[in-house]
């Protein structure tokens, strides 16, 4: 049996018990993926004299690509074969990574002078990191609803079993 049918054979059809602990933890991970991707996003088009709309583009595609790629490191090291590693990863992380990059990017368009701040501006840092503690915060009762349901990262823990 691969490890994938045995997984598979495992998981309950009931939904996880949701706590806060949980929540938090699937949420942090979440936010460290983002994080990468906004600061490597906003860091490069910054530099490279970019408007805030390709900049924000930018950062929030990159956001997505590093969140993903989080989660399809841990699953794909659990065995599970590289397009089942991104269905996973794509139903675990999707709705977490968007609102956090709703709150996150709200934040800082709506900060005054966040949006024209340059990288060696205290404004620049701090903006995101309020922006990213906000998103945080709202993000972590979506991941507990979500877990609660048997989906987010509920469906990468069924393969950390």
Not at 44 to 61: E, M, Q, R, V
Not at 65 to 83: E, I, K, N, Q
Not at 104 to 124: H, K, R, S, T
């Amino acid at each position: 049996m691969t490890h994938e049918a045995h997984v598979r054979a495992h998981v309950h059809d009931h939904a996880p018990a949701a706590t806060w602990s949980m929540a938090a933890r699937a949420t942090l991970h979440c936010l460290t993926g983002c994080a990468i991707g906004e600061v490597l996003g906003m860091v490069i088009g910054t530099a490279l004299g970019w408007g805030n709309l390709p900049t924000t583009i930018a950062a929030i595609a990159l956001a997505f690509f590093f969140g993903y790629a989080l989660t399809l490191r841990g699953v794909l090291r659990a065995g599970v074969d590289f397009r089942t590693a991104v269905r996973v990863a794509l139903a675990a992380d999707t709705l977490s990574i968007a609102v956090m990059e709703l709150i996150d990017n709200g934040v800082i368009a709506l900060w005054p002078g966040a949006m024209e701040a340059q990288l060696v501006d205290l404004l620049f840092w701090a903006t995101l990191a309020i922006s990213l503690a906000a998103a945080f915060v709202v993000t972590t009762p979506v991941n507990k609803w979500t877990i609660g349901r048997g989906k987010g990262h509920a469906v990468v823990h069924r393969y950390h079993r």
